[in-house]
């Protein structure tokens, strides 16, 4: 297991244990290890090698005096009331308590996170698993000083990979479209896409099962059929089961159409991808360790290249992309 020092630490603990165990003379060791004599005889006189806590012994308070911190505990304990409620409430009583102030002393006394009551808390259920190849695929509206433009986007479960495509028009055909350019920029084989109940998607749930929809197949059905993929529709009225792709629609909006001004189509498409491409390529993601997108499926083609098409290095941008 890794050693945990403080930032200015000279020594491991290994150095220290020889110094704490070695008969030389302070100058000897100091010279021996590169490090100050204070810093051998410091070490030479303690017990043991781990670094000792800093700051003051007894934390205390240089705003609010005993008595204020005693209100403020047990005002706290008795009414569970939120931090900032707490704050309204108790600056009529202390005067010049702030929220850093009010917070600190909650910090102090380990009572700073409220007990979770049985009943209150919703229960979160976790996506399941699969592997990387089941896309979330939803369809927004941005505009532009030119007018309006239809954003189809498509982001990949498990390994975080967004696609995106503006078109003038968002019905069945260019939906069947974008579903085609999707499966020939994905580097490895999808098996599942999930939309919405919308008509570029699907027929509506009154006529899925009439004559004509069962003879023709939904245009987007049938570029499912053609490439083997599993079309999964969400439950109506739950936009929360697309969730990922909901909130990647409110990601790129917060950092194109919400935040800048576009006089033409062309200047949201070329901001547009230049963003979609820091996200696959340049952005560390929690949720993927700390890893980019392309590093994940870099990662998944070295454990399971079965399910890839080509080698995701061939798509990795240059120098002049």
């Keep these: 297991m890794g050693q945990v020092l403080h930032r200015g630490a000279t020594t491991t603990e290994a150095v220290r244990r020889a110094i704490q165990h070695s008969q030389e003379s302070l100058?000897?060791?100091?010279?021996?290890?590169?490090?100050?004599?204070?810093?051998?005889?410091k070490w030479r006189k303690r017990c043991s090698v781990a670094d000792?806590?800093?700051?003051?012994?007894?934390?205390?308070s240089t705003v609010l005096s005993v008595e204020q911190e005693a209100i403020i505990v047990a005002f706290r304990k008795h009414t569970l009331l939120p931090l900032d409620d707490c704050l309204y409430s108790l600056q009529a009583t202390i005067s010049g308590l702030t929220?850093?102030?009010?917070?600190?002393?909650?910090?102090r006394h380990g009572i700073s996170r409220l007990p979770e009551v049985e009943g209150t808390t919703p229960r979160r259920k976790k996506f399941d698993r699969y592997p990387i190849g089941y896309f979330h695929i939803d369809l927004a509206e941005v505009r532009t000083a030119e007018g309006k433009l239809y954003l189809f986007v498509a982001i990949d479960r498990t390994s975080k990979f967004a696609f995106v495509e503006l078109v003038?028009?968002?019905?069945m055909r260019t939906a069947a479209a974008f579903l085609e350019s999707l499966v020939a920029a994905v580097p490895y084989r999808i098996h599942t896409v999930l939309t919405?109940?919308?008509?570029?998607?699907?027929?509506?749930?009154?006529?899925?099962?009439?004559?004509?929809?069962?003879?023709?197949?939904?245009?987007?059905?049938?570029v499912c059929l053609l490439h083997g993929l599993d079309?999964?529709?969400?439950?109506?009225?739950?936009?929360?089961?697309?969730?990922q792709v909901e909130r990647m629609n409110r990601t790129i909006k917060e950092a194109t159409v919400q935040r800048y001004h576009y006089d033409s189509h062309n200047q949201l498409r070329t901001h547009l991808n230049d963003f979609i491409a820091a996200y696959n390529f340049?952005?560390?993601?929690?949720?993927?360790?700390?890893?980019?997108?392309?590093?994940?499926?870099?990662?998944?083609w070295q454990k399971e290249p079965d399910r890839f098409i080509l080698d995701p290095i061939h798509q990795m941008p240059g120098l002049y992309t």
């Design 168 to 171: 003038d028009r968002a019905d």
């Design 27 to 41: 100058r000897t060791l100091a010279r021996r290890h590169g490090i100050n004599p204070k810093t051998v005889a």
């Design 99 to 107: 929220r850093s102030s009010l917070h600190r002393c909650l910090e």
């Design 196 to 222: 919405d109940n919308g008509i570029q998607f699907a027929d509506l749930p009154k006529n899925r099962r009439g004559p004509t929809a069962r003879f023709r197949g939904h245009p987007f059905d049938r």
């Design 282 to 300: 340049a952005r560390r993601l929690k949720t993927l360790a700390g890893l980019t997108v392309y590093e994940f499926i870099c990662k998944c």
């Design 231 to 243: 079309h999964r529709l969400t439950k109506p009225n739950h936009p929360w089961t697309n969730g």
């Design 52 to 60: 000792l806590p800093t700051g003051p012994k007894n934390p205390r």
